[in-house]
Each structure stands twice: as C-alpha cells, then as structure tokens.
C-alpha cells in the first residue's frame, strides 16, 4: 500500500522492477580508465597520482554508516568524507598499503579530495526509482 500524493488515500499498487532504468551519465571522463577488476583509475590532474577506487557495496554503505555513528556516539569529530575516501580508495600509483593509503587521505589536498569524490560519482551507477501512479 502507498499513500497517493494528490488525495492521501492509501492505494495497494505493485511496483514493477523491471521497468526500472538505469541513468548512464555517457564516456567515462578524460583522467578516469575503467580497468579489468570492475574498479576505477583516476589520475589526478594537479599531482602526479595515480588513484584507484571501487564502488561502494551495500555491506561497504552500512559500515560506513555504523562508523558515523559511532564517531557521533562518541562525540567524536565527523569526518565523512576522510571516511569516504578510505572506503573507495583501493590503491595508489599501485601501492594497496592500507597504511599508506590513510597517510595519502591524510596528506591529500581538499582539491584532489574534491576531484577523487567528483570521478566516483560520475561512475556510480543510479537506477531512477520513479514510476508512474495512477490513482483509483
């Protein structure tokens, strides 16, 4: 059952999945290479880096989550984005180092911060969960 946005009745409507579409944003941009493990290389452009990313996995979202809100918990500082990065941030200039990795994080600058996120997102898949509703 949902609530129909015009009148507020609840209706009983079957969603289909299948009619569901994938948003493709195009070519992957100039400095990002898709390579044969399904992750992402990015190179920055003001640095001299090589980074490669993953996607996010649902497992990989819900720890995230469970992280801020144990840093909130404990009233420690948010820092969503240092997070995010260690999250999709597998390798870089090929060193898989997860030590080294969180030294990088550390030292990257909010430009370079910016460019790592911004490639990630015109990767990410989305699916537009809009469909049509008619009410009866």
Excluded at 106 to 121: C, H, K, T
Aim: aromatic share 6%; hydrophobic share 40%; charged share 30%.
């Amino acid at each position: 059952k949902i609530s129909c946005p015009t009148c507020s009745k609840m209706v009983n409507h079957s969603f289909n999945l299948n009619e569901l579409e994938l948003e493709e944003e195009g070519d992957l941009p100039d400095n990002v290479t898709l390579l044969e493990n399904g992750n992402f290389e990015v190179n920055l452009e003001n640095i001299d880096f090589k980074v490669q990313i993953k996607l996010l996995t649902g497992a990989d979202e819900a720890k995230w989550t469970a992280t801020k809100e144990k840093r909130k918990k404990m009233k420690l500082p948010e820092a969503a984005i240092t997070d995010q990065l260690k999250m999709i941030i597998v390798a870089v200039n090929d060193v898989a180092d997860k030590g080294l990795i969180k030294q990088f994080i550390d030292a990257l600058p909010a430009r370079a911060s910016r460019e790592i996120r911004a490639s990630y997102d015109r990767v990410m898949p989305n699916v537009d969960l809009t469909q049509e509703f008619t009410c009866e």
